[in-house]
């Protein structure tokens, strides 16, 4: 089975610019997550949506945005790029071992897609 | 908010033990443990359920004591594979739901 894919890789905005980054859950899992990591420190959570509804948000700004499609695939916005936007961008595919009946799940993250704002 | 690892950075021999603790300052209801290399996204290792349990991986195992608010990750044997940044992880879900991951602790290991 394909894991968490995530696209593009790596790219390169100037600030001011706006960018999608797009993810595509393991086959079956009905929730993704969106975290920002920059170089040396954790992730940081930015949406969690779950059947295409939103159920979290971080403490980001309004220029980032998400949205998730009927096949659970997920793209992540950020518009009115700032230098301090530049960091890895890590997808989550969430699986839910209770089946729903346990708020708990266990995340399988994708290899990210690495922002540079320049 | 954010949960808080100990210590912050360890290095250790190949076989050598090592435990890396979370404490949390908001109850926890649940711990996910996770591993990150250099360069790589993050490994899922394991989670623990409010009740005290203890779960393994291999030479990994943890525990959970929720009356404390902290988690422990033990590795035993250490392997040169277990290098990397470990990050323990938890879900808010009153209202909005909301994950938080640890401060990280670095472990590496020398052969």
């Known amino acids: 089975d394909a894991g968490v894919t995530q696209s593009p890789t790596h790219l390169i905005k100037t600030r001011g610019q706006h960018v999608t980054l797009r993810c595509s859950p393991i086959?079956?899992?009905?929730?993704v997550s969106w975290y920002q990591q920059v170089l040396g420190q954790g992730p940081q959570f930015i949406f969690q949506?779950?059947?295409?509804?939103?159920?979290g948000r971080g403490n980001f700004p309004d220029r980032f945005s998400a949205r998730q499609f009927p096949n659970y695939s997920s793209e992540l916005n950020v518009n009115a790029l700032l230098l301090g936007d530049s960091a890895l961008y890590l997808c989550?595919?969430?699986?839910?071992?209770?089946?729903?009946?346990?708020?708990?799940?266990?995340?399988?993250f994708g290899e990210g897609s690495r922002l540079t704002v320049l | 908010q954010q949960p808080v690892q100990s210590p912050q950075a360890v290095i250790l021999r190949e076989g050598e033990d090592a435990v890396i603790n979370c404490s949390s300052s908001?109850?926890?209801?649940?711990v996910h443990w996770y591993r990150q290399k250099h360069g790589e996204a993050p490994v899922f290792l394991m989670i623990?359920?409010?009740?005290?349990e203890q779960k393994g991986h291999e030479k990994i195992s943890a525990s959970f004591n929720e009356k404390k608010q902290q988690s422990s990750l033990y590795l035993t044997a250490s392997q040169l594979s277990y290098s990397g940044t470990y990050f323990c992880?938890?879900?808010?879900?009153?209202?909005?739901?909301?994950?938080?991951f640890g401060t990280g602790t670095r472990l590496k290991v020398l052969a």
């Open positions: 989550a595919s969430i699986s839910w071992p209770g089946g729903g009946t346990t708020n708990t799940g266990e995340l399988f």
């Open positions: 086959s079956g899992h009905k929730s």
């Open positions: 949506y779950y059947e295409k509804e939103e159920r």
């Open positions: 908001k109850a926890l209801y649940s």
């Open positions: 623990l359920l409010k009740g005290g």
């Open positions: 992880g938890t879900e808010r879900s009153s209202g909005t739901y909301k994950y938080i």
